[in-house]
């Protein structure tokens, strides 16, 4: 049973080392960039997405009616802006001038968002969940992980993840959270007794 946190951070340990890479990377080696650039949109997607579908839901449902809940706002607004980043690195050509800078961009709103994560959100979910939640959490977010990193790197189901994350999209809030929810409201074993 892992602990989410301990997942999340893992997963920056990763991408953080990607990013260094990619950073150091020159134009004279734009297949090299290439690669990188790919494996870093594979982490940061995987990532975000089980972010977004379990670990920011059920934070945001533990901090209802607290300041931490504003923690979930900045972090989902962050996500949006690599969102919109992301896709132009892509576009932009590996032995363009423009690509350094563009990968430098990327690189350090990831830190900083990163930074926030286990600098705020992270210690407060600590503070705001029982181990119990966050391995129950990190075992959704395991499972779906799992369910992720096959559609993306089997071509084959890369139409089923788009179909998938436009469904995300789409569906219904309620539906969205029910895991998060039922995390949520997992009684702390202490009161239990
Ligand atoms: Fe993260
Ligand atoms: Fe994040």
Redesign the pocket.
């Given at each position: 049973m892992p602990n989410a946190i301990t997942m999340l951070k893992a997963d920056h340990v990763a991408v953080k080392r990607l990013l260094r890479e990619l950073d150091e990377s020159s134009e004279r080696a734009p297949r090299r960039r290439e690669q990188l650039l790919a494996d870093i949109e594979r982490e940061i997607k995987i990532?975000?997405q089980i972010?977004e579908e379990l670990f920011y839901p059920t934070f945001k449902k533990c901090a209802e009616k607290t300041e931490s809940e504003d923690l979930f706002y900045e972090?989902t607004e962050?996500?949006h802006v690599v969102d919109m980043v992301l896709p132009e690195l892509k576009a932009t050509s590996a032995k363009a001038p423009e690509f350094a800078a563009k990968s430098k961009v990327l690189k350090e709103l990831i830190e900083h968002?990163?930074r926030e994560?286990e600098g705020e959100m992270f210690p407060q979910a600590r503070r705001l969940m029982t181990d119990e939640q966050l391995r129950e959490l990190g075992d959704a977010m395991e499972a779906r992980k799992k369910t992720l990193k096959a559609m993306w790197t089997n071509p084959a189901l890369k139409p089923v993840k788009m179909v998938q994350s436009a469904m995300q999209k789409v569906m219904p809030t309620k539906m969205k959270n029910a895991k998060a929810n039922a995390i949520a409201a997992m009684v702390p074993k202490e009161s239990r007794r």
């Open positions: 990532h975000s972010e972090a962050e996500h968002h990163v994560e």
